[in-house]
């Protein structure tokens, strides 16, 4: 009955390669967010969605791209991956000025 | 954007001292929550603390919205309190709501 889910937990693969990174959410929660975190341990924000629609990009390379096939879901999507994408990723929800509530973290390593 | 700063940056306790943590963020917000990320890299809500405090056991928060600063309360502190402890606020920008986090406090209790 986990509140925020996200797979995998790890994610190594090679430059170049496009990879998914699921997350979904039981708490009936009308925004979800993607945080990726750095080697220094640093939280940005990368994408937020309302209802379903995008209100929140904040310079993030196009190849990184947010799908939301319903308000329990948001996955992302990285294509041609790079060195520099290793991180952490987080992905959260709440409603609108509430409690966040985050997922476990993907650890991804590129090769 | 809203700016967040935490202090200390490091800190380390033996067993059973006592700590306060303190973060400033320079402009109105919506609400305000504290997280411990522990050792393996989970992000655990603490506190939603928009203002006025609030206690969970040995921990317990302080919010003076109208000046800008929250503050978190460690008693006693126990090894299976180290890890980061991140501030986030919640702000409105641009009719979005995004959850801005400080750099974090590394916490290390040793025995």
């Known amino acids: 009955d986990t509140a925020v889910s996200q797979t995998p937990k790890y994610l190594v693969t090679q430059m170049g390669n496009d990879k998914s990174i699921k997350c979904e959410q039981n708490?009936?929660?009308?925004?979800m967010y993607w945080y990726k975190q750095d080697s220094k341990k640093f939280l940005k924000i990368m994408f937020s969605?309302?209802?379903?629609?995008?209100?929140i990009n904040e310079t993030v390379p196009n190849r990184f791209s947010p799908k939301s096939p319903d308000k329990a879901h948001l996955n992302l999507h990285i294509n041609s991956l790079e060195l520099g994408d290793s991180a952490v990723y987080f992905c959260?929800?709440?409603?609108?000025?509430?409690?966040?509530?985050f997922g476990q973290g993907t650890r991804l390593t590129v090769v | 954007g809203i700016q967040v700063e935490q202090s200390p940056p490091d800190l380390i306790l033996q067993e059973g001292a006592n700590s306060t943590l303190r973060c400033n963020f320079s402009?109105?917000?919506?609400?305000l929550q504290w997280f411990h990320q522990n050792p393996w890299g989970q992000l655990i809500n603490l506190f939603y603390?928009?203002?006025g405090t609030k206690q969970n056991g040995r921990l317990s928060a302080t919010t003076v919205a109208t000046e800008r600063y929250s503050l978190l309360y460690i008693s006693s502190s126990q090894t299976t309190d180290s890890g980061v402890y991140f501030c986030?606020?919640?702000?409105?920008?641009?009719?979005?709501?995004?959850?801005?986090f400080g750099k974090g406090t590394k916490l290390s209790v040793i025995p």
């Open positions: 603390i928009p203002s």
């Open positions: 986030a606020v919640c702000y409105s920008g641009a009719g979005s709501y995004q959850l801005t």
């Open positions: 402009d109105s917000v919506n609400n």
């Open positions: 959260a929800s709440s409603q609108p000025r509430g409690e966040a509530f």
């Open positions: 708490l009936g929660h009308d925004t």
């Open positions: 969605y309302n209802n379903k629609e995008l209100i």
